[in-house]
């Protein structure tokens, strides 16, 4: 087969640190060609060249064989390269039509109704069913994406980039995802896959591109290698993907809610008399489609919605209508499901964004006035403590972070402050599996310090893996609550549909 696109040994350095290091890539006409590295390995900067948002140091580009010279984004669409990038650029009160053709307007005239019916041909032709005249802001996270595709493919695209795709996607979305990868390249195109998720490598990928900090390590067909080998290859070592825990020890209620109702952004009932108990020494996973109220429930216990009836405690402290000061001193943590919005402040410094909920309190500041050395210093101990690397170091912005080393930054920040209740929702997000197993692991030995955890998780495998006990809820409603030791998947899995397998015995609920 021929190469639509070869990268010849790339190298990308920003200060303090070299991104790309003499990597090669050779992409072959009509393949999915994965490439697999830790978070930072420099998979997006490599990607981030070929679209023309960066420029490397040295190295060669070649597109069906000439070599380019690729200086900005519509040099890489005339070429006829596209890319979806991990956190959508879409504006939210465009319509799907007028977001795709943003940007490739012509004549004084837009002719929307003829934009629209090409739209509407091409998201036919590849099974993405979009409508053409929906509001972005109307529609779902995997819906925004399938726009995002089209954007591509309106463009006549004929080699997409895809930057860890599912990272925001329900299971069920990731696997229309992978059937419409399947269904573009049936149609001639040629696909880059970044992603860290090995599964989703093994299910639709020809051959792998491995990197490791910035360094090439070698190209495998995936058809013939193991998602271990390629783990090793990754990480430089052996991965295990279950993590070791002792039996839990559960002692004392830290997390008590009963009879909780709260509302949704339809202003009716997301939450339906709602009763849960967690426990000191113990990690209790809520299992769930996607929209069930997770979100609702997470956002009244850390203080972001309001609650309607029903009471909230942490140990001994009513936090029902607190503040969310009073909560963060009552012993709350909070890893949130989106790191943008609710984990970071973007434009500030990775060192600001460390502090951000203690900054008010000895050791960081005293009188009004803050310590900036002690600030410093305890987000290069977080940094180093959870790997989050930043080509510019704790002063650059945590925007300039990659979406992995974001994750891994708040997930730091959350855990250093050893929290009495720390509510973990999608926690390993986006993050590479050597990272994976690190997050568990802290997970693991923030349950055995004595502390409660509740996990919320569409990854079934990651609540199985972590929880001792699994609160099942469907319609804002809990279905039941088990031992992980006396279910399975497939009773979860009933469960979710909002079958009542059994009865709630005392044992489980306290």
Do not use: W
Request: aromatic fraction near 4%; glycine fraction near 8%.
């Amino acid at each position: 087969m021929s190469h639509v696109i070869e990268m010849l040994n790339i190298r990308k350095e920003f200060p303090g640190i070299v991104a790309n290091d003499d990597i090669t890539l050779q992409v072959e006409q009509g393949e999915i060609h994965a490439i697999l590295g830790e978070n930072g390995a420099g998979k997006s900067t490599l990607m981030s060249i070929l679209f023309g948002l960066y420029r490397a140091d040295r190295g060669t580009i070649k597109v069906k064989g000439k070599e380019v010279h690729i200086t900005n984004p519509n040099d890489a669409n005339d070429l006829g390269i596209g890319m979806v990038h991990q956190h959508f650029k879409l504006v939210q009160n465009f319509t799907v039509t007028e977001n795709i053709i943003l940007g490739k307007e012509s004549g004084f005239i837009l002719d929307r109704r003829s934009a629209a019916k090409k739209i509407k041909t091409l998201s036919e032709q590849y099974g993405l069913n979009i409508d053409p005249n929906s509001i972005i802001s109307d529609i779902t996270v995997g819906m925004q994406q399938r726009v995002e595709i089209l954007k591509m493919l309106y463009r006549d695209a004929e080699i997409l980039i895809f930057d860890e795709p599912t990272a925001v996607l329900t299971p069920q979305e990731i696997d229309e995802l992978m059937q419409i990868m399947r269904n573009l390249v049936k149609e001639g195109k040629s696909i880059i896959l970044i992603t860290h998720k090995l599964d989703e490598i093994k299910a639709v990928a020809t051959r792998c591109t491995i990197i490791r900090r910035g360094k090439f390590i070698g190209v495998v067909d995936v058809s013939k290698t193991t998602q271990a080998e390629m783990a090793s290859m990754m990480v430089g070592r052996q991965v295990n993907f279950k993590v070791k825990k002792r039996p839990a020890q559960p002692k004392e209620n830290v997390l008590h809610i009963e009879h909780l109702n709260v509302l949704n952004s339809k202003k009716v009932l997301g939450i339906k008399d709602f009763s849960l108990e967690v426990r000191s020494g113990e990690i209790v996973g809520i299992a769930g489609v996607d929209g069930n109220g997770q979100t609702e429930l997470v956002e009244a216990i850390t203080g972001l919605r309001p609650v309607v009836s029903g009471n909230i405690h942490i140990n001994s402290t009513d936090i029902t209508n607190a503040n969310i000061r009073q909560r963060n001193e009552a012993g709350l943590g909070h890893i949130p499901e989106d790191r943008q919005k609710r984990g970071l402040v973007m434009t500030f410094p990775i060192s600001s964004n460390m502090v951000i909920k203690e900054y008010y309190r000895k050791p960081f500041s005293k009188k009004g006035l803050l310590n900036d050395e002690l600030i410093r210093k305890h987000a290069q101990e977080i940094c180093e403590a959870f790997d989050v690397r930043s080509g510019e170091g704790i002063d650059s912005a945590a925007g300039k972070l990659s979406g992995g080393n974001q994750q891994k930054a708040i997930v730091g920040r959350e855990m250093m402050l050893e929290p009495n209740l720390l509510i973990a929702v999608q926690p390993t997000r986006g993050l590479d599996v050597g990272a994976i197993e690190y997050i568990h692991r802290r997970l693991v030995e923030h349950r055995d310090a004595g502390h409660a955890v509740l996990l919320v998780s569409f990854e079934l495998d990651e609540i199985f893996n972590l929880s001792d006990r699994i609160a099942v809820m469907n319609s804002g409603q809990l279905i039941d609550i088990v031992k992980t030791t006396e279910t399975n998947e497939e009773e979860i899995g009933l469960m979710m549909t909002g079958v009542k397998i059994r009865e709630v015995s005392n044992e489980d609920t306290i």
